[in-house]
């Protein structure tokens, strides 16, 4: 196939993508918990650096689309059809990774925050392992200044994949809660520190989206 035709398709599956998943978060029952939590950490109204869990994006997708806020999308090609759904529901895309284009990204978020946008970004994506927290929302957070805020998902019914990310999509009628934790300040520490895998900032922070996660779901 052509790059003609691949992009042709992609945009199309997006659409499609797009439709499906308007007319199901449609009968889904969204629920925002802790929201003092998110208000505290925005008390001047300048943006954050939010993360949560790859496999819980279609969630925060949809209840915090059109929000003024742009998402950290992986350049690989179903990035390119996420991407696409993204921001037919409102967001605007930074794409790369913490493995590729990570640099490119970085600078594209700082941008984002400078410019007023909030940043969202799954910090064990786009490809794992599980639930483990990659240096790059602290890189980010360090570069501008902002404060992190951790966000937790939850459906009351779902159907879950048996990808690594263990995916989530809410069954019709579901009830989604959307959980956020205390920010956390931008660090300051090298960017080498962060860097490690079991460094006090990382481990903090992958505590704190568990729990804003297990907080969704109680």
Request: no cysteine; aromatic share 8%; net charge positive.
């Amino acid at each position: 196939m052509t790059d003609e035709g691949a992009g042709r398709r992609a945009r199309w599956t997006a659409r499609l993508g797009a439709a499906v998943v308007w007319l199901l978060a449609r009968t889904w029952r969204v629920r925002y918990d802790q929201e003092e939590a998110l208000r505290a950490a925005k008390p001047d109204g300048r943006p954050v650096v939010f993360v949560i869990w790859h496999g819980q994006l279609l969630m925060h997708l949809w209840a915090h689309r059109r929000r003024q806020i742009s998402v950290l999308i992986s350049e690989h090609r179903d990035g390119e059809i996420i991407a696409r759904v993204a921001e037919l529901l409102g967001y605007r895309t930074v794409r790369g990774s913490t493995t590729r284009g990570a640099n490119r990204a970085l600078i594209g978020l700082v941008r984002e925050l400078e410019a007023g946008y909030d940043v969202a970004i799954t910090p064990d994506g786009p490809r794992g392992p599980y639930h483990s927290f990659a240096p790059g929302a602290l890189l980010v957070a360090q570069r501008s200044g902002r404060p992190v805020v951790a966000v937790g998902a939850h459906a009351s019914r779902a159907w879950q994949f048996g990808s690594w990310d263990r995916f989530t999509v809410p069954k019709p009628f579901a009830r989604v809660t959307i959980s956020y934790g205390a920010a956390t300040p931008a660090p300051d520490v090298s960017p080498r520190a962060l860097s490690e895998s079991t460094g006090p900032y990382r481990k903090a922070l992958e505590a704190g989206v568990a729990a804003a996660a297990e907080a969704a779901g109680r």
